[in-house]
């Protein structure tokens, strides 16, 4: 449980919080959906994308150079990426404000839960803020050098603490998403009673297992001894379109 109404308070007419009701209702609706459909698309696309990295330098590039070649791709970028992700990061903000824990006088499951998915969230929107102004918006534009992707992640991964704030996103990411899809199933009907929900609870601790795996797989790729900077600067794709990685950021 998020919150507790006492019976004292029901007795002098106070009633208790519901989920929502009118505008309320539908926000919540929609805060809800647009955590699975786009922004949890996006993010599977995004893990698997990046996985690429893994293959070297320059199949990352040319992944990154596809994804920037898609038609319309900048209406796509903020019609399915941004906006839905500053939407829900924001009304997610303003339910935490709203909603009430109580975990110090009710330490149960569903109280951490609760907290944990509200901070967890904190820490992706904060990452992603951050991971796209420097990936996207700062230094070299990607959109227009795609070969240089790789080494631009690998550089800023070069600062342990850059290093421990990607593995610490990651696995913030993947926690949020997969309890997220959990709260969707519980919440939109798809998984009534008890059992349901507990077996599809498993289910969703396993996903994210997966795709944190696959994350922190991608990490290692910029990271690891096998395309070292020298050798990737060196190489004869390393300014080039063709060359280099898969976007860290589009």
């Known amino acids: 449980m998020a919150t507790a109404v006492s019976p004292a308070a029901t007795r002098h007419g106070v009633p208790p919080l519901r989920a929502g009701q009118g505008h309320s209702f539908l926000l919540r609706k929609l805060h809800s959906l647009m955590g699975i459909i786009p922004i949890g698309a996006f993010l599977i696309e995004h893990l698997v994308s990046n996985f690429e990295a893994l293959k070297g330098p320059a199949a990352y590039a040319q992944q990154v150079k596809f994804l920037n070649g898609l038609?319309?791709?900048?209406?796509?970028?903020?019609?399915?990426?941004?906006?839905?992700?500053?939407?829900h990061a924001l009304y997610g903000v303003y339910i935490w404000i709203r909603g009430k824990s109580n975990v110090v006088y009710y330490p149960w499951a569903g109280n951490w839960m609760y907290v944990s998915q509200r901070w967890t969230g904190l820490i992706a929107f904060a990452y992603i803020a951050q991971h796209v102004y420097r990936q996207r918006f700062s230094g070299v534009?990607?959109?227009?050098?795609?070969?240089?992707?790789?080494?631009?992640?690998?550089?800023?991964?070069?600062?342990?603490?850059?290093?421990?704030?990607?593995?610490?996103?990651?696995?913030?990411?993947?926690?949020?998403?997969?309890?997220?899809?959990?709260?969707?199933?519980?919440?939109?009907?798809?998984?009534?009673?008890?059992?349901?929900?507990?077996?599809?609870?498993?289910?969703?601790?396993?996903?994210?297992?997966?795709?944190?795996?696959?994350?922190?797989?991608?990490?290692?790729?910029?990271?690891?001894?096998?395309?070292a900077p020298q050798q990737i600067q060196a190489g004869p794709m390393a300014g080039g379109d063709a060359g280099g990685s898969t976007s860290a950021d589009r």
């Open 71 to 87: 038609p319309f791709v900048r209406v796509l970028e903020w019609t399915f990426i941004f906006l839905p992700i500053l939407y």
């Open 141 to 227: 534009s990607l959109p227009e050098h795609p070969g240089a992707s790789f080494h631009k992640v690998q550089m800023e991964l070069a600062n342990p603490w850059m290093l421990a704030v990607y593995v610490i996103a990651m696995i913030a990411i993947c926690w949020h998403f997969s309890y997220g899809i959990w709260l969707f199933a519980a919440k939109w009907g798809i998984t009534p009673g008890n059992k349901a929900r507990k077996n599809f609870g498993y289910v969703c601790a396993a996903f994210g297992v997966i795709i944190c795996a696959i994350g922190l797989s991608s990490i290692w790729a910029f990271i690891g001894p096998k395309y």
